[in-house]
């Protein structure tokens, strides 16, 4: 039986394809030539190995660890129209390391550690309605796992890779949200965690991760029984967000040895190139990613390896002459 939980009112519609396009759900100030990353009000947590994603005009950044180090349940949710953060309804489950998406105008956390040892993971799936503010738990995922990838296409959710037991995974898994239920996909070629995935001219793309850093990609049709190889990121990174910016995917963010990673990628599927794009303005690993037409958002996230805290959103206007 679904757990039905919390209650606070919200509005929004869902991020298909369709929605990473849409210019008309909030007033964006967006320049012909943007140089740089900017600033955005700041959130009312500092948090790190966050998930986000964005329904209608709000981004919702979900879970993740506060400076005690605690695992936390707290969902806050961005306006966009009014650069304002308010708090809504907390998860019922509290993860760090969660896999966010947005779809058919509900938000969905799946899996993740459930404290800070690294060590318990959840196969739970977390639902969202933001006219209600109430949370369901829907079936969870035959393979338990925390720092996966988590997108939306045709209908269904992908649960993409991941860790369990120290071990990374290929995995990939299907969620019907009509049925309740979820279904094995063709695994990745490459075993890893901490990536992030996006979609884009209907296609899933895999990007980076760990075991050790990885600069892979690696794409997925539905109709496929496979998953294809296309040209590799120009910077190795895990613990990194990708978004999709009118039907190119973004990817910003990560850590490594050295520190925190500033350099941000765009690929163009149609050319299989990749394009350097401005570096971040706060270099972040376990941050939240979120895009409304041309413009990406970095939300959260530590500005140094390890246990580090940021409030911090900022943005970047992708340049029109990469869009065409």
């Known amino acids: 039986m679904l757990a039905l939980l919390g209650a606070v009112a ?90 966010v998406a947005a779809h058919g105008g509900y938000l969905y956390v799946f899996g993740g550690y459930t404290d800070s040892s690294f060590a318990p993971v959840t196969g739970a799936l977390q639902r969202f309605e933001p006219r209600s503010g109430a949370w369901t738990q829907l079936a969870n995922a035959p393979r338990p796992r925390a720092a996966a990838a988590l997108v939306a296409l045709r209908g269904r959710l992908y649960a993409i890779g991941g860790v369990a037991g120290e071990q990374q995974l290929d995995v990939v898994e299907s969620f019907d949200p009509s049925s309740n239920s979820w279904s094995p996909e063709a695994s990745m070629d490459v075993a890893r965690e901490h990536l992030a995935a996006t979609v884009a001219g209907g296609r899933i793309y ?32 895990s613990g990194i967000a990708a978004v999709t910016v009118r039907g190119k995917p973004v990817v910003f963010g990560g850590e490594e040895e050295a520190g925190t990673i500033r350099p941000v990628e765009l690929f163009d599927p149609d050319q299989r190139r990749w394009h350097r794009l401005p570096g971040m303005r706060t270099s972040r690993h376990g941050l939240g990613g979120a895009s409304l037409a041309r413009r990406v958002y970095a939300l959260q996230g530590g500005p140094q390896p390890g246990f580090a805290f940021s409030s911090r959103i900022e943005f970047l206007d992708v340049p029109s002459r990469l869009l065409r």
């Open 10 to 99: 919200a509005c929004g519609g869902g991020e298909s394809e369709a929605d990473q396009r849409d210019d008309t759900t909030a007033d964006l100030k967006i320049g012909a030539a943007p140089q740089r990353w900017g600033s955005l009000a700041p959130a009312t947590l500092r948090r790190t190995e966050v998930g986000a994603a964005r329904i209608g005009r709000f981004i919702y950044v979900v879970g993740g660890f506060l400076p005690s180090t605690e695992t936390t349940s707290a969902v806050e949710r961005y306006d966009i129209r009014r650069d304002r953060w308010r708090r809504v309804a907390p998860m019922p489950v509290a993860v760090n390391h969660p896999a």
């Open 206 to 237: 895999a990007f980076g991760g760990r075991s050790p850093n990885l600069a892979t990609v690696e794409s997925f049709h539905p109709d496929a029984a496979q998953w294809r190889r296309e040209p590799s990121l120009r910077k190795e990174r």
